[in-house]
């Protein structure tokens, strides 16, 4: 049974650059997030879809940043001309659908560290 | 709009003392509650939870919450700390399952021998 994975889990750009991350949810799993988490601080929502659908999505999220989940499985985050203040953890969530058990559990990836320079 | 506080970003305790880690939310509707631990450069792993039912939880590792609705507050405790317990906290709470959830602060346990 594996978990959520992300990759990749390390990142050094210069400013100006794109990057982006890819999450892969747990396999029965249709419901996907993703958090920013700054030094010192809890993570921040920033995105979430169910399936394909991006069904919500925080002020955080700049027009520099955009996610998309093409096929209801994995799902990409991109972040374009990084700035040093997008210095930060990515993390993603998955959780299984509604009416399931356990469906407002959100298991985490390990994360993917963005250094901007 | 929810929201969480973490009293005290840092607590210490010695290796066989109680641990106490405090949170308090704000919801306008009933919450589900979390706690979370992170160790260094990695995700977050669920302690426990609070949905429906028994306002006493236990989790993982020997920790438990207690929900007070009275007091808005899910503060988490262990009996006993181990070395292994160091990590940091977190304490979360969403309106709806399959909603985002809001985190607080964080708190960093240290544990002392």
């Known amino acids: 049974d594996t978990g959520v994975s992300q990759d990749p889990r390390h990142k050094i750009t210069k400013r100006g650059q794109n990057v982006t991350f890819r999450c892969d949810p747990i396999s029965e799993h249709n419901r996907l997030y993703w958090y920013r988490q700054t030094l010192g601080q809890g993570p921040e929502f920033l995105t979430y879809f169910q399936n394909e659908a991006q069904l919500e999505k925080s002020r955080l999220l700049s027009d520099r940043f955009s996610a998309e989940r093409p096929k209801g499985s994995f799902s990409t985050l991109e972040i374009q001309r990084t700035e040093q203040g997008d210095s930060a953890m990515y993390l993603c969530?998955?959780?299984?659908?509604?009416?399931?058990?356990?469906?407002?559990?959100?298991?985490f990836g390990p994360g993917t560290r963005l250094l901007v320079l | 709009a929810q929201s969480v506080t973490q009293l005290g970003s840092h607590v210490s305790v010695s290796e066989g003392a109680l641990v106490l880690l405090r949170c308090n939310y704000s919801s306008s509707v009933p919450p589900y509650l979390f706690w979370y631990v992170q160790y260094p450069n990695q995700g977050l792993q669920l302690l426990l939870k609070?949905?429906?039912?028994?306002?006493l939880v236990k989790g993982i590792n020997g920790f438990e919450a207690e929900f007070k609705k009275s007091e808005t507050s899910f503060h988490l405790t262990k009996p006993s700390a181990h070395m292994s317990d160091a990590a940091e906290y977190f304490c979360?709470?969403?309106?709806?399952?399959?909603?985002?959830?809001?985190f607080g602060g964080g708190t960093r346990l240290m544990v002392k021998p």
């Open positions: 979360a709470v969403t309106q709806d399952a399959g909603n985002m959830l809001t």
């Open positions: 969530a998955s959780s299984f659908p509604p009416n399931y058990l356990d469906q407002e559990t959100q298991y």
């Open positions: 609070y949905t429906t039912g028994a306002t």
